[in-house]
């Protein structure tokens, strides 16, 4: 079985090392592999801490992912010798006024409704499990089986990984794809050449829309939604784990790294391939999390950057088999690329290799777009991180 995957971010790469380890020859087409938003996402493994209203398939599908992350990571690890910097001690997240803390309350009983488990705790636990937080913080949630992975690390080993059993990469941009006979047949890059498979997977994000030759229709609209991330850094503990705010109903998190960096993100902007760093965004991110921990001004300042996610038209997942034969997709993962990893990894080989898609794939069929469906997709998801 040969298979093209166009674009290398986590879940390009992590489909490659599955498929190749099934046996299947894998070639890689990307002219950046393991970077783009992998290199600016801050790695939150938040299927329970980051759930609202209506995402319950989207739930069920980072529940299936969190679950696998522990093997995933120790099997990537000792194959490439990586550390990935991957934590399953839990997300906490807190409140910052009354209004915040009904919101997670109201969150607290429809988590709860669906059976997930988490911890309610007073604004004097969570000063306990952390104690920089400020001293008004009024309460929170603790979701003890979430976590957090380091995506700067895990990029590179899902890469090494794919290296060791044999995938090819290519360092070009896929320009097209090639159709014959009413089929998928490969990829021509932007120098001419031509790579030639019998199954094609476009993962190229949010630059899915870029690829030609396809019939129009067959990628659903994935567009690029852009997040600015602040890295600061410590020589003293400061943070014990991925922490979560709501301030004045504005969202801020803070994930702390091994080695003394603490990453705070993320904006949310609508605005197209726009991947500048602003002073407004930089400053609201300050902001937000100074309420929550004021000590966070005095740490080091390293970094500021922006990446863009692939936002579908339900922001959710679009996987699996399209109308085109011998063409699927992996994209718009939106927020939950870097979560949701090891179990698109898993769906999309069964379904490039079997010809089947998992009872947990099936909700993000690419067809849930089509035409026919007037009311629109049939599943409504948001944002998660």
């Not at 790469?13 to 099934?22: E, F, S």
């Not at 360092?171 to 094609?200: F, Y």
């Not at 003394?260 to 609201?284: H, K, N, P, S, Y």
Request: hydrophobic fraction near 45%; aromatic fraction near 4%.
């Amino acid at each position: 079985m040969d298979i093209v995957i166009i674009g290398a971010g986590v879940i390009g790469l992590a489909t490659a090392w599955r498929a190749a380890a099934r046996g299947a020859a894998v070639t890689l087409v990307d002219p950046e592999p393991a970077s783009g938003a992998s290199s600016v996402a801050a790695g939150m493994l938040t299927p329970v801490s980051e759930l609202t209203y209506g995402e319950e398939p989207l739930l069920r599908l980072g529940l299936a992912s969190r679950e696998r992350y522990g093997a995933f990571i120790a099997e990537l690890e000792e194959l490439t010798g990586h550390d990935t910097g991957y934590r399953g001690d839990g997300i906490l997240e807190v409140a910052f006024d009354s209004d915040d803390l009904g919101y997670l309350d109201d969150l607290r009983r429809f988590q709860e409704s669906l059976g997930i488990r988490v911890e309610a705790l007073t604004g004097r636990e969570c000063r306990k499990a952390e104690p920089m937080l400020a001293p008004g913080v009024r309460g929170g949630l603790l979701a003890p089986e979430d976590g957090s992975v380091d995506p700067r690390r895990l990029a590179p080993a899902l890469l090494a990984a794919a290296g060791r059993l044999g995938v090819r990469l290519v360092r070009r941009r896929a320009a097209a794809v090639i159709v014959e006979n009413d089929a998928a047949a490969g990829v021509r890059l932007d120098d001419g050449s031509e790579i030639r498979a019998a199954k094609v997977l476009l993962a190229a994000g949010p630059w899915s829309g870029d690829v030609e030759g396809l019939p129009p229709g067959v990628v659903p609209p994935v567009r690029p939604v852009k997040g600015q991330v602040i890295r600061l850094r410590t020589r003293v503990p400061f943070l014990r784990r991925a922490t979560r705010g709501l301030v004045r109903g504005s969202s801020v998190y803070l994930v702390p790294r091994a080695d003394g960096e603490i990453v705070i993100g993320a904006t949310q902007e609508e605005l197209g391939f726009d991947t500048r760093v602003t002073a407004g965004g930089v400053w609201e991110l300050l902001r937000d999390a100074r309420e929550l921990l004021p000590g966070v001004t005095e740490l080091e300042f390293t970094e500021v950057s922006a990446g863009l996610r692939p936002g579908s038209p339900d922001n959710a997942p679009v996987m699996g088999p399209t109308a085109l034969p011998g063409f699927f997709l992996g994209t718009g993962h939106f927020r939950n690329g870097i979560l949701l990893a090891p179990v698109s990894a898993d769906v999309l080989t069964e379904v490039l290799l079997d010809g089947t898609v998992p009872e947990v794939g099936r909700p993000f069929a690419p067809g849930r777009f089509d035409a026919a469906g007037a009311n629109g997709p049939k599943t409504r998801v948001g944002g998660a991180s």
